[in-house]
């Protein structure tokens, strides 16, 4: 498939197939897509946790019982679920590991500019910690910049995707200790097969969006 019709394809699955699970091969590629996302300052403020046993999808199906019920034949039916998760907080000590990260894949030629940069993650970190006081927000932003390339790039896997927010948080907290590492949950994406019956599907109901004219403005 071409992006134009990746795009049309892709669509929020309602219904997965529990039959057809994703191979070996696309899912290191799913993991892959998780890694390599970009964000900003390449402070890389997530965690995840890739659910593809029946047990582990049962353990983030604990967050989907009471009020977001209907969120759970989404988890136990898909072949896979990510739970994407935020840093809380970010320090110098954070900041240090990342510069050290990326002076052992080569990025730096000398320690000049490693401090540079080292310089720059924490103005950055600084402006979001103390003036604009949304750390915390700032690094959940990067992490749904992620989730965005993640939904286009599992597509072009022919990979059915459904995005999440409707998940009790503090439930899966609580079930993977998550606060305790410095990380809260955000979004659980399923991933796998639509099913024939699935009503969203882009075979039975068209995509629809906003016309150009409405959306563009071109200087």
Known sequence: MNLKETLNWRYTTKEFDPTKKISDANMAEVKNLLRMSPSSVNLQPWHFIVAETTEGKARIAK???????????????????????????????????????????????????????????????????????????????????????????????GIDATPMEGIDVKALDEEFGLREKGYTSLVAVSLGYRSESDFNSTEKTPKSRLPESEIFTEI
């Not at 490693?114 to 700032?138: C, M, P, R, S």
């Open 63 to 157: 967050g989907t019982q009471g009020f977001f019920s209907f969120n759970e034949p989404k988890v136990t039916n898909a072949s896979a679920v990510v739970l994407f998760c935020s840093k809380i907080d970010a320090d110098n000590a954070y900041f240090e590991h990342i510069a050290n990260t990326e002076d052992k894949s080569g990025r730096f030629p000398n320690e000049d500019i490693k401090n540079g940069f080292i310089g720059a993650v924490k103005t950055f970190a600084g402006i979001h910690k103390y003036d604009l006081k949304d750390l915390q927000h700032w690094m959940e932003k990067q992490v749904y910049l992620n989730i965005g390339s993640f939904l286009l790039g599992v597509a072009s896997l």
